[in-house]
């Protein structure tokens, strides 16, 4: 466990869920499983069945990856919102989106719509593969601080995207993407050499290719016994500090012959795959219970705050959100949603008294805690003459109390003496680095904690908590250069210029937000 005192956005153009459609008098319903919680508009049967399909996946994707499985509190499970269509997940999104994830030191979160097509068609990538794909990313970067070339980060989601639950209990895993048929047959624009040495061509058909050629290669050395732990010597290699292309040749040799041999493992007549019976995977307890009339009141209201709405959207919320919140004042559900409301527009009177109605009902509300905490700390920015540091940081001592593996209170400890303008205790230090370990998918989370480890001086800590940023192709163009740049500094030692270039990354990331 976790305690402060002693140890001191990716946003998805099309993450889907299948989700069998619900009557019209469906109410909401949460269902709570080890790695999963759902909020749904559906039948407490539907429900039940549709989170136990998450856990056999998760089940499936560790058994063969010989993952860890560790208990997880309620802070650490993959929150999944299910809304009613695709246009709702638009208004969140604030653009044109089948649904999103964000990786979040408060929680992991994932919006998808209710109604989401099939696998009728092999061809089309389905919900569920989509899902499958991002959650397998979701469980890669939670059990490795390694710097991964995009096709081996992408091979390996796309290696489990399309498993196939089976009605049975047993998992199909291995099959071949369909819906990757023109990267593999049709595009010849990414050669070997690009793909292996990790190069800048991120873009166009070359950053297609590296899906399709991605999950072949991985497939290709999970399969072949000849080539078994060569892939782990290319990692190895690229993580003390070898050019991905080096590490390449060093690991699997002559680059031509692997390609002509991964040219001719594609057209065989069958690829190999595995099963996993149901025997083999157990899902555990899976509780399902209705909403009250408040938490279900004002659930899509908590939903559009907790997706990250902008300011003007925000704005709506804390309107709608003040509205339900005056209908149910004894519920500490409802008031803590006001808080978080009110906290995106930066009213932070309102949202530490919207939080001290909700301690007043629950004394140990986890997060009205939080919010109570996160509040005081930005009246105190405002008015620092007046501030009682001590008091603040008491908030997220009692959070902590409550859920010792919770990444938030941890970070946001740390937090405190930032904004104070004061050196973090090595406690608070202990207790931020930990917080990564709870939530290592938080990009934001894990650049707080490289940068205080370059100022203490622990540049090879500090290399490897960065490593898993390096070949990032989804933050654009610039930020990827500029990792490549923290990178070399911290291979080579540099702990100044690993600074100055993480000061580069940094501004570049906040344009971007």
Known sequence: MASIKSHGSVAIAALMLIVSSAPARAEWQEAKSKHFIVYADEPATDLRSFADRLERFDQAAR???????????????????????????????????????????????????????????KFDLDAESIFFHE???????????????????????????????????????????????????????????????????????????????????THYLTFNRARHGQLDRYVDAIQKGTQPLVAARLAFGDLKQLNSELYHYLRAKKLPH????????????????????????????????????????????????????????????????????????????????AADRALAIDSGFYRALVYKGRARMELARKAPSGANWSEIRSWFLRANKIDAEAAEPLMQYYNTYLAAGARPTKNAVDGLLYSLTIAPQDAKLRLIAVRQLLIDGRVPDAKRYFSPLAFEPHAGKEWREASVKVMAALIANDRSGAIARLDEAENISKDKD
């Open 63 to 121: 058994t063969v990856r010989g993952m860890t499985d560790p208990p997880l509190t309620d802070s650490n499970r993959l929150t999944i919102f299910v809304v009613k269509n695709q246009s709702a997940i638009e208004q969140m999104a604030g653009y044109g989106a089948a649904g999103f994830y964000l990786a979040r030191a408060s929680g992991s979160l994932a919006f998808v719509p209710k109604k989401a097509g099939s696998k009728s068609d």
């Open 135 to 217: 959650y397998a990313h979701h469980l890669q970067l939670q059990y490795a601080d390694l710097a991964l070339p995009v096709w081996v980060s992408e091979g390996f989601a796309e290696f489990f995207a399309p498993t196939e639950l089976r009605d049975d209990g047993s998992v199909l895993i291995g099959v071949m993407p369909a819906y990757r048929a023109r990267a593999l047959f049709a595009y010849n624009d990414l050669t070997i050499e690009e793909m292996l040495g990790a190069g800048p061509k991120f873009s166009g058909t070359e950053f297609v290719e590296t899906y399709g050629r991605g999950w072949l290669l």
């Open 274 to 353: 595995l099963v996993l019976s149901g025997a083999q995977l157990s899902t555990g307890a899976i509780g399902v219970r209705p909403l009250t009339d408040g938490e279900a009141a004002i659930l899509p209201v908590y939903m559009r705050s907790r997706s990250g709405a902008g300011k003007k959207s925000a704005r709506k919320v804390v309107a709608e959100a003040g509205k339900i919140a005056g209908s149910f004042p004894r519920d500490a559900f409802v008031q803590t949603a006001l808080a978080v409301a009110a906290f995106d527009v930066e009213d932070y009177a309102a949202a530490e008294a």
